[in-house]
């Protein structure tokens, strides 16, 4: 009888215990409910705002677009030529601008500082201060216009002692006496000529606040029928990738374009694309890229 009662007694705590895990359980599921809720709604919100913001920056890349140089107006205004031109995020603080004016055609290929959002802020404040030194101001050589859009910068963008600014190439082409000139920042112009590469000087200093803040240089460049004129930013030299995962470096990149010069431009930049596309791999690209090739 005593065995009974207890048996009874235990039968009753275990039923209590079980409606007891039945209730936690609803409870627990309850609050599983609103929790998945809410996390479903936070990414849904999430999403949306992301949604929201690559809408707006593809919005400014068809913006960024129509300011570079088209391909039609290169066309009509350059003899044979590429351009490979690969932002590392959706828009880019790499640019190629072109502008004709007085039967001179002017050709820039820059790096302004940063990528993203932050360097294509730069890119349409760097285009339109060139713009303004040759279509407003009336400048004509290279050194005088990278002086004047050095200092639009440096009075508008570096009060704080901000270094914002640019790299890059600006090549002037006379159309009608058929003379080329150029100014560069940091970034060499290549050229082939006969079979051999020769770099072409840079001043070492940026367009913007430098340790350095003398005159741009105005320099003559002689080139012949059949040559072939390259510019470039630093982003395809720089680049990591390869078996080891170093940079692919300058001197290997003008030895790729040595190699190929021989070959219709369009050849030559398919090659130049896979070549950087098969060096990086599987890493991330960590800068803009922007390399043109004329034929002259």
Wanted: charged share 30%.
């Amino acid at each position: 009888g005593v065995l009974a009662d207890s048996f009874k007694k235990m039968q009753s705590s275990i039923g209590k215990l079980i409606g007891d895990l039945r209730h936690m359980n609803h409870t627990l599921e309850e609050k599983v409910e609103e929790r998945t809720a809410e996390v479903v709604n936070q990414k849904n919100v999430i999403e949306e705002k992301q949604k929201e913001i690559v809408d707006s920056i593809m919005y400014a890349k068809r913006i960024q677009t129509t300011i570079l140089a088209s391909e039609s107006y290169l066309d009509k205004n350059l003899p044979e030529h590429f351009v490979y031109f690969k932002p590392k995020d959706i828009v880019s603080g790499d640019f190629y601008w072109a502008t004709l004016r007085d039967n001179r055609f002017y050709l820039a290929v820059c790096d302004s500082t940063g990528h993203g959002v932050p360097g294509a802020f730069m890119c349409l404040l760097n285009i339109s201060f060139l713009n303004e030194a040759i279509n407003q101001k009336e400048i004509e050589e290279p050194g005088a216009i990278f002086n004047h859009v050095r200092k639009r910068l440096i009075k508008n963008i570096s009060k704080e002692g901000h270094k914002d600014g640019m790299d890059g190439i600006l090549l002037c082409m006379d159309v009608k006496k058929k003379k080329y000139s150029y100014s560069a920042a940091h970034n060499k112009p290549i050229v082939i000529s006969k079979g051999a590469i020769v770099e072409y000087h840079a001043d070492k200093m940026p367009i913007g606040i430098g340790i350095r803040e003398e005159e741009f240089s105005n320099n003559d460049l002689p080139l012949k029928k059949g040559d072939i004129l390259y510019m470039y930013t630093d982003g395809y030299a720089d680049q990591f990738g390869g078996p080891k995962g170093k940079k692919f470096k300058y001197k290997n990149l003008n030895e790729l374009i040595l190699k190929n010069s021989h070959l219709p431009m369009t050849e030559q930049k398919e090659i130049i694309s896979k070549t950087f596309d098969d060096w990086k791999g599987t890493l991330e690209q960590i800068d803009d890229v922007c390399v043109i090739g004329i034929r002259i």
